[in-house]
């Protein structure tokens, strides 16, 4: 029915809902140590329903990553832009080479925490070096926890985004970034033909920021498919559900959020955000989107080894 993610060895001494949670393994330090993020993700392909789940952290076109660095945690999504299939073109190739390489660009220590952006450069200027050209398009969100200055650095192109909760309340969100309706910023690889043709925009156009996070900030990363079917609302009472800090009970949390996106998604008469903003630029929707879902959903916590 859908796939998840789970990642890291981090120790949780988090502020859930006012109410400190400490690991079993937990150090006696307080907040002046490093920083790390428990994360979890959850998603579904679009075309679940016909059985066609790609394998690895792809779910249909999206595709996401989670890397460590002695100096920072990294994640990432992506969303592949689906038009390039009647050009035959697979879209997820796009999304996924690009956050892979991402990763591993992470974890070989070639990134600075403070700059998301260089990340979607150096990734995207790889893919155009490639030899064997990689066509496609994507939008990309990248989300960097320093450990030692415990800011979290964000770079968001196009409408995937995330949302930071603290007590309950989005705090931080990103910025949606569209050139006009359900037409998102992305970069883009054309075959020479098309170039000047296909909308193309550089890494240096994602919308950057840079803030501090407090121990049992919540984290949600995602693709589109899940803003446009879940307002903020609807979000925040599924959050509401997470009263423990451990791997099991995030993994829920981020499973039972895709869930409902994608019900909804499936939902003729549900009056979905997507709905409401094609209504806004005089369209005539209503339901909601069905679309590739991705969910990473991230607590900060004390790191150690």
């Known amino acids: 029915m859908f796939s998840v993610l789970s990642y890291g060895r981090l120790v949780a001494r988090a502020v859930l809902g006012g109410l400190s949670q400490t690991d079993s393994r937990a150090g006696s330090g307080g907040g002046g140590g490093d920083y790390g993020l428990v994360t979890a993700g959850c998603g579904f ?24 660095h002695r100096s920072a945690d990294v994640l990432g999504v992506a969303d592949g832009v689906g038009g390039w299939r ?18 591993r660009l992470v974890k070989e220590g070639r990134f600075v925490p403070s700059n998301p952006i260089g990340i979607l450069t150096t990734s995207y200027c790889e893919l155009l070096q490639n030899k064997v050209p990689l066509l496609g398009s994507s939008t990309a969100c990248i989300v960097v926890l320093d450990r030692t200055s415990h800011r979290l650095h964000t770079a968001n192109l196009g409408d995937s985004g995330f ?18 309706f359900n037409t998102p910023f992305q970069l ?14 550089s890494p240096d156009a994602a919308d950057s920021t840079s803030f501090d996070v ?60 997507f709905a409401q903003f ?20 991230s607590i900060v916590a004390e790191y150690t080894d």
């Open 278 to 297: 094609a209504c806004d630029n005089g369209l005539n929707v209503r339901g909601g989107k069905p679309d590739d879902i991705t969910v990473l959903l």
């Open 45 to 68: 392909g679009k075309d679940f329903r016909k059985g066609l789940l790609k394998k690895g952290a792809c779910y249909g076109d999206d595709a996401c990553f989670v890397a460590r």
């Open 188 to 201: 883009s690889i054309a075959p020479p033909e098309a170039e000047g043709v296909v909308l193309s925009d």
């Open 163 to 180: 949302l930071v909760v603290r007590g309950g309340q989005v705090v931080h969100r990103s910025d949606e970034q569209q050139h006009y």
């Open 214 to 273: 407090q121990l049992g900030d919540i984290i949600l990363t995602a693709t589109d498919g899940l803003f446009d079917n879940m307002p903020d609302y609807m979000i925040l009472q599924e959050l509401k559900k997470l009263k423990n800090s451990n791997y099991e009970s995030i993994q829920q949390t981020a499973r039972s959020i895709a869930e409902q996106a994608h019900e909804l998604a499936y939902d003729p008469n549900y009056m979905s955000p």
């Open 86 to 103: 009647d050009y035959g073109v697979d879209p997820s190739q796009f999304s996924g080479t690009l956050m892979r390489t991402c990763e």
